[in-house]
């Protein structure tokens, strides 16, 4: 092997080491995000209980529990806004290598064989950036509500839900987001290495059900209010 073909080798193995680490970074930090969504969904479940004897909500105190410890709360924002930042960054960066490396653009017939789900990764992640921004002014600071009240929590989500536009959003975000997260899971699982031929099957239905039941889950809170079943 001469000198320059080495040199060449290394360097392209350099690059692929590069590329393999951010491939996991960026799976790493989804898990994060993923396990957020989850434990979030599990969280907001809690909105169809009814109302306490004493007229008090489950979701009320649930939200109570988790600013009654400021500290815990804001190492939770930030490891939660770092994992957001460094997913978006590697996801990005790595997208634009790959197409900046395509000699030619997809044709029609490439695209048919590329998922839905993974052709709209790249626009459905701004989207669901958008989403995040309008949600924290909205159920966080109130600064889009129309009536916000600060810890009550079930009021909040009912007036809130009530706008049909915030609602027509929240379902739009949230439909996108489990095709993202289908998507981001699956992929994970390849860059962490765990897929083989005979449970690509079982790992793509993994993924699938799980983005589904958060989709369900997350678009059913403004369906349920819109409908009256949540007042
Ligand atoms: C219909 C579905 C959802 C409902 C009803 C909902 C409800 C809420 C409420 C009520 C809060 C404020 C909690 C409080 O301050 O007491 C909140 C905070 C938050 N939500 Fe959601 N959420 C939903 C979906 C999502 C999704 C899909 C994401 C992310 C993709 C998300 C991300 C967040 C974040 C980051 C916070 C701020 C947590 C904090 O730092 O205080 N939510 N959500």
């Avoid at 049909?164 to 993202?180: G, Q, R, T």
Wanted: hydrophobic share 50%.
């Amino acid at each position: 092997m001469s000198t320059t073909t080495a040199v060449n080798l290394s360097h392209s193995l350099g690059l692929w080491d590069a590329q393999v680490s951010r491939k996991v970074l960026v799976a790493l930090t989804g898990v994060i995000l993923f396990g957020f969504v989850l434990v979030h969904m599990l969280g907001n479940l809690q909105i169809f209980l009814p109302p306490a004897a004493d007229g008090s909500y489950a979701i009320d105190h649930y939200g109570e529990l988790l600013h009654s410890k400021p500290f815990l709360l804001w190492v939770a924002r930030i490891v939660l806004l770092s994992a957001v930042l460094l997913h978006l960054f590697f996801s990005i960066q790595l997208w634009w290598e790959s197409r900046a490396a395509r000699p030619v653009r997809y044709r029609k017939k490439d695209n048919f064989h590329s998922s839905y789900a993974s052709r709209t990764m790249i626009w459905s992640g701004p989207i669901i950036g958008s989403f995040v921004i309008y949600h924290l002014l909205h159920f966080t600071t109130g600064k889009v509500h129309p009536s916000f009240r600060f810890l009550s929590v079930h009021h909040n989500v009912v007036a809130g839900f009530q706008q049909p536009l915030a609602s027509a959003f929240y379902i739009l975000a949230n439909i996108l987001l489990a095709v993202h997260l289908y998507h981001g899971l699956w992929s994970m699982f390849q860059s962490v290495g765990l897929n083989h031929p005979r449970y690509d099957f079982i790992l793509k239905n993994f993924a699938r059900l799980f983005a589904i039941l958060i989709g369900i889950v997350n678009v059913s809170i403004p369906v349920a209010v819109l409908t009256g079943i949540i007042q």
